[in-house]
Structure formats: structure tokens, C-alpha cells
């Protein structure tokens, strides 16, 4: 039928389907027609599903077709594999049927699916990919998993473009071509210069590839008017018409208020119908029978004034199933959704679905989006022959590699900005906490009042406290409130926090599922806990605590479970950055006071960088300016030291591809060299008073120069591997 509509027309040429059903429908896309025939033999559907209800006679029949996007494959695995945890003998006892071949066979036919070469040869081992609307989908979790069991990567519409009639993933590397795009946004969105000119979601030029054969799209692109309430009216005769044969599955029973004797049925019977949009899947079903008199008068008068927007089926009671209520065990009405995937010149269905109790207000329930609770479906070998699984077609030898070299820009942004964001939760918490351990507890001394000030100071800094708090008395109301208000919502902490989930969320298909586990479960916990603006300055040191073990447990699992691709580099290059930022902020406000209060610059400085237990193990409990600064900023062994961070950086950089562009690894160490000089400086025998604030005057221009240095490396970076904008040069003309 779609083959029909989008080639030759002869359907509705012959009236068999109504030009009106057609022509109106939002996902008939002109753009898509292909009079001449469509490739891979004509085959549009790739993946479908139906959704099933049983009715009081038995009989099982179809209340909606799923063309466009079908989902619920990945929540039936997710499902199955939970239920295996909890009831795997019973599973095993019960010969359940595994899912795990039908997903062999839609990786396998996804491949075929790839267009041939300029030889006629099939591509040895094509690229397939997986086009999501993005991290805001309702359905997001399930793209992730897809792409995952599926081996495919999961891709937005502004990590492809084309090129010269092909569609290529944009990496950090380049440009590399893809083959096959398994479509999860709606065909209307997916190409902004053909069909909807306001998507940002699509790819410019899609269309133009898919018509010429170089790249293949499943499903096809406008296949979702096939799943057209509507349509459901006239697939008897259809069937009869392209196969020559009943359907093997009735539909429920459907008129189409756009003809006439389907209309004077509707209303005779208005009272037994469930009235629908013709055109989508989308708007909820309404049950007359359940309507006021007012609002039911209502709803004919609608009906009759655009007879053709609205569709009116039977009303079917679904079977029902015991399920756990709020009083315990309780008859619950059960939908049913299949999946079938192609395989050649078939079809194979999962063996088992995704069963569903609809929601009481909704009479069908045949959208995920709608609530309800999902079921796992079992199906029962009939012997204890064991199920066949697809092994993978014979293909050529790969090439042995080290590196997947597919990282897309937009990951690695965000990868970049999840590294730093953790980094300055942490720096932060840690600037806190420091503030809040001499605000609880016992009376504030003078030193206690002076290190909260310089505190103060390197939290303004950070962009924690306004300029306002940050000048305010250590033991004012003002500078209290500001303090113990600093993580909740709005501020900047509460901000970052919110980003790291944001940005954990969008990235989580590049962690694995231990990795993800961990990261929700950590920060689930910081957002459960997290004090309000109460002004309890005890629960806020709490919160500080706890945040700078999730920090840490975060940092340690990125070290130990990613694979030191990119996606890692980018991670860690973004935490080594922030913190070399920090380390350049805490330890200029702390020279603010050196000379005055050099110890309690000394302690602040220390305290911060989590470094004051290796300095007494070196130098015992003297404190001496030369000694503290190398330990911060020249320690190469120091993970807290800017050294450290710098040579870290310039590691990353010199192995990340195009490293000859800006920013080079030379660029990262060449910051270090100034405060080799001053540290020999501070380190000999007699340092008068007035000399040690000198120094510390030039130390303090040396590293508020080196943090707007750092900034610079990360624009530099965001140009070269994130926007790919090249820096503005200008240039003169001789007379």
C-alpha cells in the first residue's frame, strides 16, 4: 500500500482509498514519492507493530498499526532481562522463548540494508546509525538501548550532514560516511529543506540521498501515513485487492465519518462508538458512552460540521489479566504490542511483546506515552529444542584498531562540559565547606574571621557569592545567609548540579550500565538531600560532604571503566582545566594576605587543594612560602597541583586528532614557567616583610595571567573540535 501511494497512485486512482485520507494526512510527504520504484525492493517497512486487544469473544483483533517509529522493542528487552533477574528459574522451568535472536536479526538486516557500492559490491562492514530527536524525548531511554543491542550509533540530526550527495557523521576525525539510518523522529521533521523548513531535529539533504540510493532510511520516510486510524476502514478490501486473501488479523471495527453511510452509522450508534482523529495516533480516543449529555452533543455537532478529520470504532472491552492493585490482586484489561522485523523477504516477530495495563481514563491505551504499566509476554516452547540463533554473515577481515575514532563533536562538548562541571562541584564544595567548618561549632576567633574573608574572596571569584556577600562581615547575618544558601536552587552550585545531570543524561549512551547505575545513583542521592534556604549552616556542611564524595566516586569511575578513547580525553581534559582555574583562583586569594597573615594564606591554600596532609608529612607543621607553592603549583606529582593538571592537559591535546592545530600541548606547559622563577624567589633564608607582599603582588599577577590563559585554551578548543570555526584573521593591504 505505501508503495502503491508513493509510486504510481493506483489506489487512489481506482478509489479505493479515498484521495481525501491521503492528501490530508500531516505524513503523506510529497517529498517522499518515487514514481519510478523505491530501492531495496520496494520494501518500506523494515520494522512494525501492532497493537492488539482480545474482546469478550476471544477474538484477538488490531486496534492501531505502528508505521513511523514503532516503539517498545527496547522496553520489552529491558523487561525481560529485569523479569530474568527476579524469575529466571521460573523462566528456565517454563522454556521461555528468548528475545535476544530477534534483535540478531534486525542488526543483521539493517546491515543488508546498506546500498551497494559503485561496483555492485555490499559495503564490508557498513555504518549504521541511529537518529534520535535528542535526550528530551519521551522515548530516549529507549533509543540508548536500541543503539546499544543493536550495535548502531546514536546520533542527532546536527551530528550528520552531507556532502556531495551522501550523508557523513560528523567525529572528531572528519567526515565518515554513513549507510543506514534507523529513523526514531517523525518523517515530517527529518529534513528541513524539503519537508519542515522550522526542524532542527532533521538533516539538510536527507531526502536528496535516500531518492538517489545513497543512503538507506528505515523505516522508509513517510511510511508513518500507514498507521492512519482511518485507513483501518478499508484494509479489508485492500487485502483482498494486493494479496487476494482475508486479513489474518481483523482490525477493530472502524468508520471513516467522511463518507456518508459511514456517518449515518456513527450516528445512529454514537453511544456504543470510541471517537478518534482520523489522521494520527496521538490524540487521545474518547469514549462517548462515558461523556455528559452536553459534552456528547458537543462532540456529534464537531463530527458533523468536519466529518472527515474524525474516525468512530467499536468499543471493545479488553480481556483482562490478574494484576496488583492498590487492594492487592485485582482483573486488569491487557493490550498487547507485537514486533515484527524484516528479514529478506519476510518478516520475523519477537517472540513474547510488551503488554500493557492502560490507564482508567483511557480506553485504549495504544500509546506508551499514556501511562499505564508495562508487563513482560512470555512465549512457551513447545519442546526443549534449543531456539536458533542468526550468526553473523560472513564478511571480510577488519582492520585491528585502537581507537573508534567516531567521537561526534556534540558528545565531545558534552563530554567536556560533564568533566568540568563535576570538577567545579567539586571546588566548590570544597570553598564551602572551608567557610562553613569556621562558621558552626565554636565562637569565631580573629584568624577564623580572617580566613573566611580571604574565603569570601576566592568564592567571588568562583562566581558562588556576589560581590556583596563576599564584602560583608564574616559574622554578619548577610554573609551567613549567602553562605548557607549557596547550593540550593538558582545559585550557581545548585545550577552545576543540575547541569551534571543534564549532561549525564545526554552522554549516558557513552557509558556503559554499571557506569550509569552509579552515576544515577549518586546523583539521586545529592538531589534528594539537597538542604533548602533554610539558613542551617550544619546541613549545608553535610551537603558539602556529600558532595565531595560523589565527586570523587565519579572521578574514580571515569578512571576505571572508559576505555582512554576520546570521549575520556575530553572528560578528563575538562576536569584538569577546571581545576587549574581553581587552583589559580584559590591560591591568588589566598596572596591577598601573605605578608599580613601568611600562615593562615598558607592553611586556606592547603586546606582547599586537599594538600595539607602532604605537606606535613614533607615538611612537619613549618610552614614556609617556597615550600607551599611548589607543592600547589610546580608538583608534578601532586594531583592538586596546577603543574600536575597542565601536563595532563598537554598529554590530551598532543594525542587528540588534528593536534597541530591551536590548542597545542606546548601552549598548556609554557604556563608553568613563570612560577618557577617566583617560588626560587621565595626560597631563601631572609624574606623581609615588605618583600614577601611584593612577591606576592607579582605571584598574584602570574596566576590571575594564567587563569585568563586557561580560558583561552578552552575557546581555542571549542573552536577547534566543538563549532570547527576557524579564528578571524585580518589582514592589511599596502598602499
Given at each position: 500500500?505505501?508503495?502503491?501511494?508513493?509510486?504510481?497512485?493506483?489506489?487512489?486512482?481506482?478509489?479505493?482509498?479515498?484521495?481525501?485520507?491521503?492528501?490530508?494526512?500531516?505524513?503523506?510527504?510529497?517529498?517522499?514519492?518515487?514514481?519510478?520504484?523505491?530501492?531495496?525492493?520496494?520494501?518500506?517497512?523494515?520494522?512494525?507493530?501492532?497493537?492488539?486487544?482480545?474482546?469478550?469473544?476471544?477474538?484477538?483483533?488490531?486496534?492501531?498499526?505502528?508505521?513511523?517509529?514503532?516503539?517498545?522493542?527496547?522496553?520489552?528487552?529491558?523487561?525481560?532481562?529485569?523479569?530474568?533477574?527476579?524469575?529466571?528459574?521460573?523462566?528456565?522451568?517454563?522454556?521461555?522463548?528468548?528475545?535476544?535472536?530477534?534483535?540478531?536479526?534486525?542488526?543483521?538486516?539493517?546491515?543488508?540494508?546498506?546500498?551497494?557500492?559503485?561496483?555492485?559490491?555490499?559495503?564490508?562492514?557498513?555504518?549504521?546509525?541511529?537518529?534520535?530527536?535528542?535526550?528530551?524525548?519521551?522515548?530516549?531511554?529507549?533509543?540508548?538501548?536500541?543503539?546499544?543491542?543493536?550495535?548502531?550509533?546514536?546520533?542527532?540530526?546536527?551530528?550528520?550532514?552531507?556532502?556531495?550527495?551522501?550523508?557523513?557523521?560528523?567525529?572528531?576525525?572528519?567526515?565518515?560516511?554513513?549507510?543506514?539510518?534507523?529513523?526514531?523522529?517523525?518523517?515530517?521533521?527529518?529534513?528541513?529543506?524539503?519537508?519542515?523548513?522550522?526542524?532542527?531535529?532533521?538533516?539538510?539533504?536527507?531526502?536528496?540521498?535516500?531518492?538517489?540510493?545513497?543512503?538507506?532510511?528505515?523505516?522508509?520516510?513517510?511510511?508513518?501515513?500507514?498507521?492512519?486510524?482511518?485507513?483501518?476502514?478499508?484494509?479489508?478490501?485492500?487485502?483482498?485487492?494486493?494479496?487476494?486473501?482475508?486479513?489474518?488479523?481483523?482490525?477493530?471495527?472502524?468508520?471513516?465519518?467522511?463518507?456518508?453511510?459511514?456517518?449515518?452509522?456513527?450516528?445512529?450508534?454514537?453511544?456504543?462508538?470510541?471517537?478518534?482523529?482520523?489522521?494520527?495516533?496521538?490524540?487521545?480516543?474518547?469514549?462517548?458512552?462515558?461523556?455528559?449529555?452536553?459534552?456528547?452533543?458537543?462532540?456529534?455537532?464537531?463530527?458533523?460540521?468536519?466529518?472527515?478529520?474524525?474516525?468512530?470504532?467499536?468499543?471493545?472491552?479488553?480481556?483482562?489479566?490478574?494484576?496488583?492493585?492498590?487492594?492487592?490482586?485485582?482483573?486488569?484489561?491487557?493490550?498487547?504490542?507485537?514486533?515484527?522485523?524484516?528479514?529478506?523477504?519476510?518478516?520475523?516477530?519477537?517472540?513474547?511483546?510488551?503488554?500493557?495495563?492502560?490507564?482508567?481514563?483511557?480506553?485504549?491505551?495504544?500509546?506508551?506515552?499514556?501511562?499505564?504499566?508495562?508487563?513482560?509476554?512470555?512465549?512457551?516452547?513447545?519442546?526443549?529444542?534449543?531456539?536458533?540463533?542468526?550468526?553473523?554473515?560472513?564478511?571480510?577481515?577488519?582492520?585491528?584498531?585502537?581507537?573508534?575514532?567516531?567521537?561526534?563533536?556534540?558528545?565531545?562538548?558534552?563530554?567536556?562540559?560533564?568533566?568540568?562541571?563535576?570538577?567545579?562541584?567539586?571546588?566548590?564544595?570544597?570553598?564551602?565547606?572551608?567557610?562553613?567548618?569556621?562558621?558552626?561549632?565554636?565562637?569565631?576567633?580573629?584568624?577564623?574571621?580572617?580566613?573566611?574573608?580571604?574565603?569570601?574572596?576566592?568564592?567571588?571569584?568562583?562566581?558562588?557569592?556576589?560581590?556583596?556577600?563576599?564584602?560583608?562581615?564574616?559574622?554578619?547575618?548577610?554573609?551567613?545567609?549567602?553562605?548557607?544558601?549557596?547550593?540550593?536552587?538558582?545559585?550557581?552550585?545548585?545550577?552545576?548540579?543540575?547541569?551534571?545531570?543534564?549532561?549525564?543524561?545526554?552522554?549516558?549512551?557513552?557509558?556503559?550500565?554499571?557506569?550509569?547505575?552509579?552515576?544515577?545513583?549518586?546523583?539521586?542521592?545529592?538531589?534528594?538531600?539537597?538542604?533548602s534556604a533554610t539558613g542551617d549552616a550544619d546541613a549545608m556542611l553535610e551537603f558539602c560532604d556529600q558532595m565531595i564524595r560523589a565527586t570523587a566516586a565519579i572521578a574514580g569511575m571515569l578512571a576505571e571503566h572508559m576505555t582512554r578513547g576520546s570521549g575520556w580525553r575530553f572528560i578528563d581534559f575538562g576536569r584538569r582545566l577546571e581545576r587549574a582555574v581553581f587552583i589559580t583562583r584559590s591560591v591568588s586569594a589566598a596572596t591577598t594576605v601573605l605578608g599580613a597573615n601568611s600562615d593562615s594564606a598558607f592553611r586556606i591554600a592547603l586546606e582547599v587543594s586537599d594538600s595539607t596532609l602532604t605537606y606535613r608529612r614533607?615538611?612537619r607543621a613549618s610552614l614556609q612560602a617556597a615550600a607551599v607553592f611548589d607543592l600547589l603549583l610546580l608538583d608534578g606529582s601532586n594531583p592538586h597541583a596546577l603543574t600536575f593538571q597542565l601536563n595532563a592537559m598537554a598529554q590530551h591535546l598532543d594525542a587528540l586528532p588534528n593536534s597541530e592545530a591551536p590548542p597545542r600541548g606546548a601552549d598548556c606547559l609554557a604556563l608553568a614557567r613563570p612560577f618557577a622563577d617566583l617560588v626560587g624567589l621565595l626560597d631563601r633564608e631572609e624574606i623581609k616583610r615588605e618583600e614577601m607582599i611584593q612577591l606576592a603582588a607579582r605571584l598574584r599577577g602570574s596566576l590571575d595571567a594564567?587563569?585568563?590563559?586557561?580560558?583561552?585554551?578552552?575557546?581555542?578548543?571549542?573552536?577547534?573540535?566543538?563549532?570547527?570555526?576557524?579564528?578571524?584573521?585580518?589582514?592589511?593591504?599596502?598602499?
Amino acid at each position: 500500500m505505501l508503495r502503491d501511494i508513493y509510486g504510481p497512485m493506483d489506489l487512489l486512482r481506482d478509489h479505493r482509498i479515498p484521495p481525501a485520507l491521503v492528501y490530508g494526512h500531516r505524513d503523506f510527504l510529497r517529498a517522499a514519492r518515487r514514481p519510478e520504484g523505491h530501492p531495496q525492493g520496494g520494501r518500506m517497512l523494515q520494522h512494525y507493530a501492532a497493537e492488539l486487544v482480545r474482546g469478550p469473544d476471544g477474538i484477538w483483533r488490531v486496534i492501531a498499526d505502528r508505521t513511523q517509529a514503532p516503539a517498545g522493542a527496547g522496553y520489552a528487552l529491558q523487561n525481560r532481562r529485569v523479569m530474568s533477574r527476579l524469575l529466571g528459574q521460573a523462566l528456565r522451568q517454563c522454556r521461555v522463548r528468548a528475545l535476544n535472536a530477534y534483535f540478531e536479526y534486525w542488526q543483521a538486516d539493517l546491515a543488508n540494508r546498506a546500498p551497494k557500492l559503485a561496483n555492485g559490491a555490499a559495503p564490508d562492514n557498513p555504518r549504521v546509525v541511529l537518529l534520535t530527536p535528542g535526550p528530551y524525548n519521551e522515548a530516549y531511554f529507549e533509543h540508548i538501548y536500541l543503539a546499544r543491542e543493536l550495535g548502531a550509533t546514536l546520533v542527532e540530526g546536527a551530528d550528520l550532514t552531507m556532502r556531495e550527495g551522501r550523508i557523513f557523521l560528523k567525529t572528531l576525525a572528519g567526515l565518515e560516511p554513513v549507510d543506514v539510518i534507523m529513523r526514531r523522529l517523525d518523517g515530517e521533521w527529518c529534513d528541513p529543506l524539503e519537508l519542515r523548513a522550522d526542524s532542527t531535529l532533521g538533516v539538510v539533504g536527507l531526502m536528496q540521498a535516500a531518492r538517489d540510493n545513497q543512503v538507506a532510511v528505515c523505516n522508509a520516510i513517510g511510511s508513518g501515513l500507514a498507521g492512519a486510524p482511518a485507513l483501518q476502514a478499508f484494509l479489508p478490501n485492500l487485502s483482498q485487492h494486493l494479496l487476494g486473501e482475508e486479513l489474518a488479523m481483523p482490525s477493530i471495527a472502524t468508520w471513516w465519518c467522511g463518507q456518508s453511510y459511514a456517518l449515518n452509522e456513527v450516528e445512529q450508534n454514537f453511544e456504543k462508538m470510541v471517537v478518534r482523529s482520523a489522521y494520527g495516533l496521538t490524540d487521545r480516543p474518547v469514549a462517548v458512552a462515558a461523556l455528559p449529555d452536553a459534552e456528547r452533543a458537543s462532540l456529534l455537532a464537531q463530527i458533523k460540521a468536519h466529518p472527515a478529520d474524525y474516525v468512530a470504532q467499536e468499543c471493545i472491552v479488553p480481556s483482562v489479566s490478574p494484576g496488583l492493585g492498590p487492594n492487592g490482586l485485582e482483573p486488569q484489561p491487557i493490550l498487547l504490542r507485537v514486533q515484527l522485523v524484516a528479514d529478506g523477504d519476510g518478516y520475523v516477530v519477537m517472540p513474547g511483546g510488551l503488554a500493557r495495563v492502560p490507564a482508567r481514563n483511557d480506553p485504549f491505551g495504544a500509546t506508551l506515552q499514556r501511562g499505564g504499566i508495562n508487563k513482560d509476554v512470555w512465549v512457551v516452547a513447545k519442546d526443549q529444542s534449543p531456539t536458533v540463533i542468526r550468526g553473523s554473515s560472513t564478511r571480510q577481515r577488519l582492520t585491528l584498531r585502537r581507537s573508534s575514532g567516531t567521537l561526534q563533536s556534540r558528545v565531545a562538548d558534552d563530554l567536556f562540559w560533564l568533566g568540568r562541571s563535576v570538577e567545579r562541584l567539586d571546588d566548590g564544595a570544597r570553598l564551602l565547606r572551608a567557610v562553613l567548618s569556621r562558621l558552626v561549632g565554636e565562637f569565631a576567633s580573629a584568624r577564623d574571621l580572617v580566613e573566611m574573608a580571604v574565603l569570601a574572596r576566592a568564592l567571588a571569584r568562583c562566581g558562588i557569592l556576589d560581590q556583596r556577600a563576599a564584602g560583608a562581615p564574616p559574622d554578619s547575618a548577610v554573609f551567613a545567609s549567602a553562605i548557607t544558601r549557596a547550593c540550593t536552587s538558582g545559585q550557581l552550585l545548585g545550577q552545576t548540579l543540575d547541569g551534571i545531570e543534564r549532561l549525564a543524561a545526554v552522554s549516558r549512551h557513552r557509558f556503559s550500565a554499571d557506569m550509569w547505575r552509579m552515576f544515577n545513583h549518586l546523583l539521586g542521592e545529592l538531589r534528594q538531600s539537597r538542604p533548602s534556604a533554610t539558613g542551617d549552616a550544619d546541613a549545608m556542611l553535610e551537603f558539602c560532604d556529600q558532595m565531595i564524595r560523589a565527586t570523587a566516586a565519579i572521578a574514580g569511575m571515569l578512571a576505571e571503566h572508559m576505555t582512554r578513547g576520546s570521549g575520556w580525553r575530553f572528560i578528563d581534559f575538562g576536569r584538569r582545566l577546571e581545576r587549574a582555574v581553581f587552583i589559580t583562583r584559590s591560591v591568588s586569594a589566598a596572596t591577598t594576605v601573605l605578608g599580613a597573615n601568611s600562615d593562615s594564606a598558607f592553611r586556606i591554600a592547603l586546606e582547599v587543594s586537599d594538600s595539607t596532609l602532604t605537606y606535613r608529612r614533607r615538611y612537619r607543621a613549618s610552614l614556609q612560602a617556597a615550600a607551599v607553592f611548589d607543592l600547589l603549583l610546580l608538583d608534578g606529582s601532586n594531583p592538586h597541583a596546577l603543574t600536575f593538571q597542565l601536563n595532563a592537559m598537554a598529554q590530551h591535546l598532543d594525542a587528540l586528532p588534528n593536534s597541530e592545530a591551536p590548542p597545542r600541548g606546548a601552549d598548556c606547559l609554557a604556563l608553568a614557567r613563570p612560577f618557577a622563577d617566583l617560588v626560587g624567589l621565595l626560597d631563601r633564608e631572609e624574606i623581609k616583610r615588605e618583600e614577601m607582599i611584593q612577591l606576592a603582588a607579582r605571584l598574584r599577577g602570574s596566576l590571575d595571567a594564567a587563569g585568563d590563559a586557561l580560558m583561552d585554551i578552552s575557546d581555542q578548543l571549542s573552536r577547534t573540535y566543538f563549532s570547527h570555526v576557524q579564528v578571524a584573521r585580518a589582514f592589511g593591504f599596502g598602499s
